[in-house]
């Protein structure tokens, strides 16, 4: 019984290092550091497609793949909002799109209704910074 409690506290004090250096080696944002949403602006009615332009103060802009400190690229959130789990690669698909290239604004088709987006800055894995570096939701109305 010792042998196998000795074995789960040794397992326990692994997983719990290991977890502190994932933690550790994910360098967070500059305090400076905002996300941010040019345009549309919040509660503006736009035609599709909608042109976003992406904002970003405090931290640079590098392509997915690209481990450069104090850097990440954008991810747009359209009708969703921040995954719960921050320490995975955001999924790809129509609510939760990637600009891994590095660009600066996008041109997407929206359904006449009401949308929301938001940016969420990724690392050069697609990982969010957690805690994550998000912009504010821009509520549009697409007619």
Known sequence: MKKMTLAIAILATSMFSISAVA?????????DSKVYII???NGETVSSPVTVLFGLKGLGVAPAGIEKPKTGHHHLLIDTKIPAELNEPLIADKNHVHFGGGQTQATIELTPGQH??????????????NPPLASEVVTITVK
């Open 116 to 129: 929301t987006l938001q940016l969420l800055m990724g690392d050069h894995n697609h990982v969010p910074y």
């Open 39 to 41: 345009s549309p602006k």
């Open 23 to 31: 933690q550790d080696a994910k360098s967070p944002w500059p305090s």
